[in-house]
């Protein structure tokens, strides 16, 4: 069991990890700052992935040398697509329309800094979709808001319910915190 002996800070707005760290059972306060998520060309999606999380973890070297921070990013890779976030329902229903009836990738890197250490490390999902109907993706974008989830989706909400056939790997990774590796990490630490 992990004993948590130091503050941890999560450096995420997301709600699901926030949720994800209190289904741990951890303590921590949410701490913002806004990152560049732009990253250099020529990099795989887990490149991708961590390249961004560490980005986001070196705005908070030296601030918080008694805590831990976690920071994290998550990308949907299909094909040689990366999928972020849409910028618009049109933007939402393209990605959706791409992922219907196809198995794309799931990729969240995290970073950890305690002192002047930095753990990063990803994890990585395939996730199968049933094929959905332009109606049927047109009604999720209207009723569940996709805008702040890669890929356009969130697996723990109606998508996930109704057009996720398959998933191989970690259902929380695909929420967007692999729980798992994070939980060794810390445990590492």
Do not use: C
């Not at 490390?121 to 569940?144: A, G, K, N």
């Not at 056939?165 to 798992?180: A, F, H, Q, W």
């Amino acid at each position: 069991m992990y004993q948590q002996s130091l503050p941890i800070i999560l450096a995420s707005k997301s709600p699901r990890r926030q949720e994800l760290l209190k289904a741990m059972d951890l303590d921590f306060k949410v701490v913002l700052k806004e990152t560049d998520e732009s990253y250099p060309e020529g990099l795989s999606p887990a490149e991708i992935a961590v390249y961004i999380a560490e980005k986001k973890a070196d705005a908070f070297l030296g601030a918080y040398a008694q805590s831990i921070v976690i920071t994290a990013d998550t990308i949907v890779a299909f094909e040689d697509e990366i999928m972020g976030k849409p910028e618009n329902a049109a933007h939402a229903e393209d990605m959706l329309t791409k992922l219907s009836g196809n198995t794309h990738e799931v990729f969240t890197g995290v970073s950890l800094i305690y002192g002047e250490k930095m753990l990063s490390f990803y994890d990585v999902t395939e996730v199968s979709f049933r094929p959905l109907s332009t109606e049927q993706i047109r009604y999720y974008i209207q009723e569940h808001e996709p805008y702040d989830k890669a890929g356009s989706y969130g697996i723990q909400g109606w998508i996930g319910m109704v057009a996720v056939e398959k998933i191989i790997g970690s259902y929380t990774n695909v929420m967007g915190l692999p729980t798992e590796r994070l939980y060794r990490a810390l445990s590492a630490i």
